[in-house]
């Protein structure tokens, strides 16, 4: 039963690891982790109408559907390894299952994880991914890291995929397409390139670390409630795209980067003095990198103005629900 | 969002392990595999009237949607040690989410499971369960490695999940609660017992081994596929309890075992010569063993009478649909 798409997808990445003692068609996959390294792994659910919009490309979907895992990895400096995909479809749609398969696989082959396994069942459209990778022992970027002091940096750019979003519900699918701005927003939306080589570059550098994925305030407030200290943002620093500029006002660039989501951009704090150093290591990994703010005493995440004045901010990153 | 259900359950099953260096609250979990052995992965999805009924009892879904990725996990060998949980709820539901930990919880201690990570969305009615164990290098127990000459034995009984829904779905959920055999056979739908113990017993001793979750014609036709060999099986051998023998005749109970599934047993081949061996170390291990067949040149799986003449057999094991 699971085997037609989670074999369309192993031949796609096959051979990419040679740790692969048994793979894809056994009752569970038979893999190495080499000597001196730790384990890591993360898992997330996509649900259509929740996570996705009805109607989202299966290539994007699973593209995305690896890439929040990935996202996941390098936020602990991981490098990915392996994967496991369950995937829930309403038909049987051979044609939804190689567009999904292609897109997976594509992501996949970039980073070099081999799909070792996985279930397909039907029912309402769901993707679970569970990601594995690999950590020498010792090193990692945990959440729980950042000091009184640190600065607050941020890869790449906010808001993007959330300004997609706005503009696909205000317009409706199928415009905007020819828009070069609104194309661009959408691959943010749709393809999140997960930050693997800055983790990687991060390790033994960045205090904490977190990906973005529930928006700024949310997920810079896990790293602080973890490591008990209090944070400030310079709402003049945040860094947000051409596109995103062009699109919207900056208060509406300001809110999406603050509660929007689905960024899966990397959030860590550092010593300030390594500024220079992490420029250059996240330059040569091929990303952009922009202090926005710093770690202060205290519990709370406050946005600063040009003035150094506290501004009300909206209270929470995105939530479904709260069991 | 994911930390209320996934914390709830974490406290239940804390301290199982030293070696989670890293467990829920972070962006992904750090594990330490032990010199000398591989990593063991798999994962299985159950959707609600799919693969269990509306109505389940959560704290059963939450024991089974564990106890399926541990038979995975049995049926080559390994030793569990951690899980991933992806929960799709439709409502915030703090009852169900209790007793669904409960049930979950009891089932990870009795094995030494911890949870590591997971992921609590709204939608449909779904769970996700990604297993993680490990076994020394060079041992496993493959599908691929039955020989002609083998013998074919099953671990407990068979047909029991399948007799406890057919008898549920012609009366009703909420009858036969005080029938004795019923309730039995109920337990073995919603309960199964995963065949850990039995696993590790036949290390170095099965030639090859699948759990049989899609009925034994099915399971048993992995195998045979895998490993370029035929099967027969002595339908006058094959175990059945006798609380399923009270509420069924023997055609139902051979149907139910041949193309039920749900059993969750262990179905493996070795050389008949052995069999002494394996029936003292199962019987150690807590575990009914019974020799059902043999491993024949061929490709064919069938069903022979008490004279050694093929009857016709229902065509494949549970099927959900084959994208």
């Not at 001196?36 to 996509?46: E, N, P, S, W």
């Not at 699918?173 to 943010?188: F, K, M, Q, S, W």
Request: aromatic share 4%.
């Amino acid at each position: 039963m699971e085997f037609d798409l989670i074999e369309t997808i192993r031949v796609r990445t096959q051979g990419v690891r040679p740790d692969v003692v048994l793979g894809v068609g056994d009752d569970a996959a038979l893999l190495d982790v080499p000597a001196g390294q730790r384990l890591v792994a993360c898992t997330d659910t996509m649900v259509e109408g929740v996570h996705f919009l009805p109607g989202t490309a299966p290539g994007d979907l699973g593209w995305k559907s690896l890439a929040v895992n990935l996202s996941d990895l390098a936020a602990m400096g991981a490098e990915p390894a392996w994967a496991l995909l369950a995937l829930t479809l309403p038909t049987a749609d051979a044609r939804f299952v190689e567009r999904f398969a292609d897109g997976f696989a594509e992501l996949a082959r970039a980073h070099g994880v081999a799909l070792v396994g996985g279930d397909t069942t039907q029912g309402p459209l769901s993707v679970t991914v569970t990601a594995l990778g690999t950590l020498p022992i010792g090193e990692s970027l945990p959440r729980a890291g950042a000091c009184a002091g640190d600065a607050i940096f941020v890869t790449g750019t906010l808001g993007d995929a959330v300004g997609a979003l706005r503009l696909l519900r205000s317009r409706g699918p199928g415009t905007g397409e020819r828009n070069p701005p609104e194309v661009a927003l959408r691959a943010r939306l749709n393809r999140p390139e997960p930050r693997v080589a800055a983790g990687l570059a991060l390790r033994a550098l960045a205090n904490a670390c977190i990906d973005v994925s529930d928006g700024l305030l949310a997920d810079l407030g896990h790293v602080c409630a973890a490591s008990g200290v209090g944070a400030e943002i310079d709402m003049e620093a945040l860094p947000f795209s051409a596109e995103l500029r062009a699109a919207f006002d900056e208060a509406a660039c300001r809110e999406f980067a603050l509660s929007g989501g689905d960024d899966y951009e990397l959030c860590f704090t550092a010593p300030a003095q390594r500024q220079a150093e992490i420029e250059a290591r996240l330059t040569n990994a091929g990303c952009r990198v922009t202090r926005i703010g710093c770690i202060v005493a205290g519990t709370s995440v406050r946005a600063l103005d040009a003035n150094g004045n506290a501004i009300a901010t909206p209270h929470a990153g995105w939530e479904h629900f709260t069991p």
